[in-house]
Nanobody, 121 residues
Framework: QVQLAESGGGLVQPGGSLRLSCSASGSVFNIHVMGWYRQAPGKQRELVASMFSDSRTNYADSVKGRFAISRDNAKNTVYLQMDSLKPEDTAVYYC???????????????WGQGTQVTVSS
């Protein structure tokens, strides 16, 4: 199996910064894309940022210019640097990975347990 372990959430004042980390462990052969989604109370889960194995990135319009995703392929780890945080960034942030567990495997979708990010004064 595969596990995604997240860290780095917490409480921060508006304008502050946080860095999230997510590491994949277990039977990982190849990670196609790894990224972060978030879900605020009463809202649908949305993509925040993702990075493909060829380094292509996607960002939600609401975080462009403030958040930066990076990836350490050797460690199967993805990071999300969040700067200039706003109260509307408050949500549970979930790590996501689409990967193959063996060379002949299909792409499988995995989620982390989620980490709370609260932006408040």
């Amino acid at each position: 199996q595969v596990q995604l372990a997240e860290s780095g959430g917490g409480l921060v004042q508006p304008g502050g910064s946080l860095r999230l980390s997510c590491s994949a462990s277990g039977s990982v052969f190849n990670i196609h894309v790894m990224g972060w989604y978030r879900q605020a109370p009463g809202k649908q889960r949305e993509l925040v940022a993702s990075m493909f194995s060829d380094s292509r990135t996607n960002y939600a319009d609401s975080v462009k210019g403030r958040f930066a995703i990076s990836r350490d392929n050797a460690k199967n780890t993805v990071y999300l640097q969040m700067d200039s945080l706003k109260p509307e960034d408050t949500a549970v942030y979930y790590c996501n990975a689409k990967l193959r567990m063996t060379v002949t495997d299909v792409l499988r979708n995995f989620w982390g347990q989620g980490t709370q990010v609260t932006v408040s004064s």
